[in-house]
């Protein structure tokens, strides 16, 4: 490997555990670099919009919440979390009509350690899972350390497709293999954009009570819709169903404060995981998450910023529809932060990313929403519309088209050779 751009020889090879082998690092966290430069237009990340917060009132926030708690908020805590930051979630769960108590869930260092949590208590090296494909290159990440085998269930337009769930189902069950859980993000799916309709979130309850396998219901971006009708969380309409949480695209992703709400038996071992993992969260992260939802306008101001989220999106999809080959396809989101793209077999975007990024774009190549060894979603990219200006998304755009047109000529140029 190399740091600083010195060639560094590993001679700790033989001292690793199996599982560091099978992980893949993120290519979202590697991107973050190329994106922080004044010259790039970034589709990647799918980072909130946090210059809308009103700065001054979370200034006061937080020092409200020094000045009210105490010490509290920078001493130990419950590995569980604060029962006023639970009241809290409780209430906000509401708007979903899950109705849940304290007692019900469990405050985790954001989503996604209630990802590594789960599959720390579940995975066993060789269990199957399913997830979603594409789905969230973090979920994979977190899942892989446990080396479990991925199934992944094509989704279209209204979500996972129950017919491939179906006879993947069946499939394993001939085979005498049980599913561990699946993973879903039923609203503004990431990184497909897509929203799983209410016939098939029915159906989906229905076959894990046929097949006996867990539901992960994982919905950072629920909040966040811009057009259309709003369908029930899987957990309001099953209290099997393990939800989970977080605050980072409704406040502050650095805040890193998310749930898991889950029955007592699997959250009395994840707790006990938990503390093996960090003890407990921050408190003071959870005393500053209480006073901002109970002080400020947060739905005022989330409303704003979906605003903003939707006239992204259309400057997106407009320049799309301008500057894309007619062999393109793409999704139509009617919320959360992405769209995805997919191109001609022939087109590699992971060999396009070099290319675009000398162009000043970074998007993040298909391949890495699904496991390692499917050989899928070469040919796809997620681009997020959620953080820069509308011009902006154009610009990129326009940029991506051309990196494009040069692979496609390349390869046109390439199969008229092998012809001659």
């Known amino acids: 490997m190399t740091t600083s751009g010195l060639v560094q020889f590993d001679d700790w090879g033989n001292l690793y555990a199996d599982r560091?082998?099978?992980?893949?690092?993120?290519?979202?966290?590697?991107?973050?670099?190329?994106?922080?430069?004044?010259?790039?237009?970034?589709?990647?990340?799918?980072?909130?919009?946090?210059?809308?917060?009103?700065?001054?009132?979370?200034?006061?926030?937080?020092?409200?919440?020094?000045?009210?708690?105490?010490?509290?908020?920078?001493?130990?805590?419950?590995?569980?979390?604060?029962?006023?930051?639970?009241?809290?979630?409780?209430?906000?769960?509401?708007?979903?009509?899950?109705?849940?108590?304290?007692?019900?869930?469990?405050?985790?260092?954001?989503?996604?350690?209630a990802l590594d949590l789960l599959a720390k208590t579940f995975v066993n090296p060789g269990d199957a899972i399913i997830?979603?494909?594409?789905?969230?290159?973090?979920?994979l990440q977190a899942f892989s350390a446990y080396q479990p085998e991925v199934f992944t269930i094509e989704m279209d337009e209204q979500g996972l497709r129950m017919d491939l769930l179906e006879q993947c189902l069946?499939?394993?069950?001939?085979?005498?293999?049980?599913?561990?859980?699946?993973?879903?993000?039923?609203?503004?799916?990431?990184?497909?954009?897509?929203?799983?309709?209410?016939?098939?979130?029915?159906?989906?309850?229905?076959?894990?009570?046929?097949?006996?396998?867990?539901?992960?219901?994982?919905?950072?971006?629920?909040r966040l819709r811009f057009e259309g009708e709003s369908l029930p969380a899987l957990r309001?309409?099953?209290?099997?169903?393990?939800?989970?949480?977080?605050?980072?695209?409704?406040?502050?992703?650095?805040?890193?404060?998310?749930?898991?709400?889950?029955?007592?038996?699997?959250?009395?071992?994840?707790?006990?995981?938990?503390q093996g993992t960090d003890l407990c969260g921050s408190a003071l992260c959870q005393v500053i998450v209480e006073h901002y939802f109970a002080e400020t306008d947060w739905r005022g101001t989330l409303d704003k910023v979906c605003v903003k989220y939707r006239e992204r999106r259309d400057a997106m999809l407009a320049a799309l529809s301008e500057f894309f080959p007619p062999e393109a396809t793409w999704t139509y989101?009617?919320?959360?932060?992405?769209?995805?793209?997919?191109?001609?077999?022939?087109?590699?975007?992971?060999q396009m990313l070099s290319v675009a990024l000398d162009k000043g774009v970074t998007f993040v190549p298909g391949d890495g929403c699904y496991p390692a060894t499917s050989g899928k979603g070469k040919n796809c990219m997620r681009i997020a519309f959620c953080y820069e200006q509308p011009d902006q998304l154009r610009e990129a755009i326009r940029r991506l088209a051309q990196v494009i047109a040069e692979r496609s000529e390349l390869y046109r140029a390439f199969q008229t050779a092998g012809a001659l």
């Not at 997830?131 to 979920?139: I, K, Q, S, W």
Request: hydrophobic share 40%; charged share 25%.
């Open 20 to 113: 560091v082998e099978t992980m893949r690092t993120s290519a979202v966290r590697d991107l973050f670099a190329a994106a922080s430069r004044d010259d790039i237009i970034s589709l990647s990340g799918g980072m909130p919009d946090i210059r809308v917060l009103p700065l001054d009132e979370v200034a006061e926030v937080c020092a409200r919440a020094i000045r009210d708690e105490g010490v509290a908020g920078l001493q130990y805590g419950d590995t569980q979390g604060r029962t006023q930051t639970k009241e809290l979630v409780c209430r906000l769960m509401e708007d979903w009509n899950i109705f849940v108590t304290p007692d019900d869930m469990t405050i985790t260092t954001g989503a996604q350690q």
């Open 131 to 139: 997830t979603e494909g594409p789905t969230y290159l973090g979920a």
């Open 170 to 222: 069946a499939d394993l069950q001939q085979r005498k293999r049980s599913i561990k859980f699946l993973y879903t993000i039923p609203n503004f799916n990431n990184p497909a954009g897509v929203t799983m309709s209410l016939e098939r979130r029915l159906r989906l309850l229905e076959l894990s009570h046929q097949y006996n396998f867990l539901i992960i219901e994982d919905d950072p971006y629920g």
């Open 236 to 274: 309001s309409l099953d209290e099997q169903v393990i939800y989970l949480g977080t605050v980072s695209k409704v406040f502050a992703p650095g805040l890193r404060t998310g749930w898991v709400i889950a029955p007592l038996p699997i959250r009395q071992k994840m707790n006990m995981v938990k």
């Open 333 to 350: 989101p009617q919320g959360g932060f992405f769209v995805w793209v997919t191109l001609p077999e022939y087109l590699d975007t992971t």
